[in-house]
């Protein structure tokens, strides 16, 4: 079996914190007898907008499946750090996520059955006289915890059984909101959750969801007064001038304009709603 | 041997999208039966402008060569993904090469002798139902062929032999373009190929080509209609005020200006050309 | 015992120079005859701005012992390179430092005993001919003495051996800067030292030191002429609109906003005096 272990917080690159929960994985790591072989570190993103828990959820439970059996996913997006929310460590489909539980891991008990532990076992937590930084759970208390984990120790070790509440509920994308006047008065298909660096809109519309068999045979769908024919296969469709719909390589419809940035053009943003046009 | 696997793209690091095709590695390195030790992964660079084709040559051409006999290099800055360009791998210079055949590897040609396969097996492609989804192939098609390459897998496994016209042309940096007025009618020596981020500008005049051997005595440039001293040494040298060329740690002349941005300072971009000054 | 290499450096992450440093790693790691298990690669941050060497030892300084006893550090922050600055080694509290002598690890000898040798063995250097590019000795001097006192290479086979002094003395952050009209006439307490993503200023003031156990029950100070009350605990403190200290995860005074940029809305800067407010 091989031992990874991700990570993703909103730390970005320039400032220590990534480093310091790094430099703890290893210094646990070496009280190990045979610490050999490390597990594999892989950084999944430290460029998330500061405290965006929706944006960090989307994008773990898009790649975290990806990963093989066993891997142990340390996310850190907690502006929350300190306060009442509960530090967790799960168990879900085979593999392993340690963090805050603030709504970033409530993806994963939507995916079915998961064990969640609460992080309150004193021997796996770092900081001065063994009492983590309140203001960095990430290096002393979820760092630790994911170091064990990825080393083969047992998620239930690490604290206390608890239910899926201590997930935490994500305050973010969702409901029906006002996005201005429209061509269409269709309800929404979905949302915009993702914009890309090439300004591609990625949208929870799945391909094997009710919509997206009425989709299937190809349909004009809008966001905000833009219509969006579709679907294309590849990016080399359409004009250059209009933007089109395609099935996404996440499953889920995206749309994008031929060598151009669409969100941009258009102004969409993460949250705005995706309707079909009226026929 | 060192298995050692680089990575270079033009995703940046906020999508999902180098996770994704890190999780694919470590999925497919999981299936063997020893999969330890992994290969060790190292990011070149995902900060590559979108699409720039010629940069993400220049960038491999000039790093690749210093890894180790066997590093396996998966390059993808493919702006025409899904579309009839190839997809390839290239066993050139005891090293290996994945990735789109849209001009990227064409410098492996033009340095020796390669040998190239189209990436046309289906034992190695991911996707819904085994088909590698038209939008994202450096997940399904090029980060497959290339975790098993690493693992040892020969090269004629993964697909078609092909010539090496399979690799394409780089429709980039070339020929003569005008660059505006200068002092000089002679004929360009080189071009400016990057510009890095001390804002040196790097061109392609070889120390070891015709021109550097021109140079070596010490000789006056010009970009445009600024006249550049040179050769130095060290960064240290010169006045500040105006920029000095020196043989850069690439074996190529590069200009720089003494604690300063000698592009921004002059307004430098990729492919303008360099030339000798009047004398 | 752990291997680990860790990189610091000001050369970004778009640029070919971090990718030639670890492909030389590699490359001289692949000499060994049993390279396995090659040593781990963090990343500290490659995000310094250009030239700043307070900056490099302010991080190097406080996350390096975080990383286990052997740890190997390669820090190339060095506006100098190429110059009369010297090449070094150094053995200090059970790590390895390699890098230029230019102030960059001038923290080592405040903190006790250090062993220094100056990298002039030319079994370890690279570049044509052997010798380095003067413009580019992280790669050529730097990287191969790092990688080989990662495989266990005595630090005095490296080159001849020094006092401290050439660790060279940072020309940075220090003394008492006018900073402006203040509330206050009382002295520093020390400095801002580093504003991190968040906008979170923090400063050199230690809650070991001798002005933190003046101000552990509370009391309030000033950065020029904004009054910060404290010690908050979290960063879910105050009202949003003042900002507010706290005893950071580093062991010294921070100050925040809550749910805010702290240092954007005060103009705050790396340098400013933090003092006592009058009582």
């Known amino acids: 079996m ?20 790094k430099a703890v994985l290893l210094a646990e790591w070496s009280r190990f007898p045979d610490p050999f072989p490390l ?5 999944i993103s ?10 960090a959820a989307w994008l773990l439970g898009r790649v975290a499946p990806m990963f093989p059996a066993g891997t142990v996913h340390l996310a850190v997006v907690d502006p929350g750090v300190g306060t009442a929310r509960p530090a967790v460590a799960v168990a879900a489909a085979g593999q392993f996520f340690v ?3 603030n709504g970033l891991f409530g993806f994963l008990a939507r995916g079915g059955p998961v064990t969640v532990v609460r992080l309150d076992n004193p021997l796996y937590q770092r900081g001065r006289g063994g009492k983590p930084a309140p203001t960095f759970e990430g290096r002393d208390l ?10 083969g120790v047992p998620l239930h070790q690490l604290g206390t059984p ?10 973010g994308v969702s409901g029906d909101r006002a996005d201005g006047p429209g061509p269409t008065t269709e309800p929404a298909l979905g949302r915009i959750v993702w914009i890309d660096r090439f300004g591609n809109a990625i949208t929870d519309v799945a391909r094997d969801g009710p919509h997206g068999t009425r989709l299937m045979e190809g349909a004009e769908v809008a966001v905000g007064s833009t219509a969006v024919a579709g679907p294309g296969v590849t990016f ?20 994008a304009l031929r060598a151009g940035d669409a969100a941009a ?10 309707r079909r046009s009226a026929p």
């Open 99 to 101: 963090g805050p539980g």
């Open 2 to 21: 091989i031992r990874a272990l991700t990570l993703l917080t909103d730390f970005g690159l320039a400032d220590p914190y990534v480093a310091e929960m």
């Open 46 to 55: 430290h460029a998330l907008p500061p405290g965006d828990v929706p944006g």
């Open 236 to 255: 080399a469709v359409g004009s250059g001038d209009r933007p089109f719909w395609y099935w996404g390589s996440g499953g889920t419809l995206e749309i």
């Open 39 to 43: 597990p594999l570190l892989v950084d």
């Open 162 to 171: 608890s239910g899926p509440e201590a997930l935490g509920a994500v305050d």
């Open 142 to 151: 979820f760092a630790p915890a994911a170091a064990h984990l990825a080393m």
């Open 265 to 274: 053009r258009h102004g969409w943003q993460v949250g705005m709603a995706v």
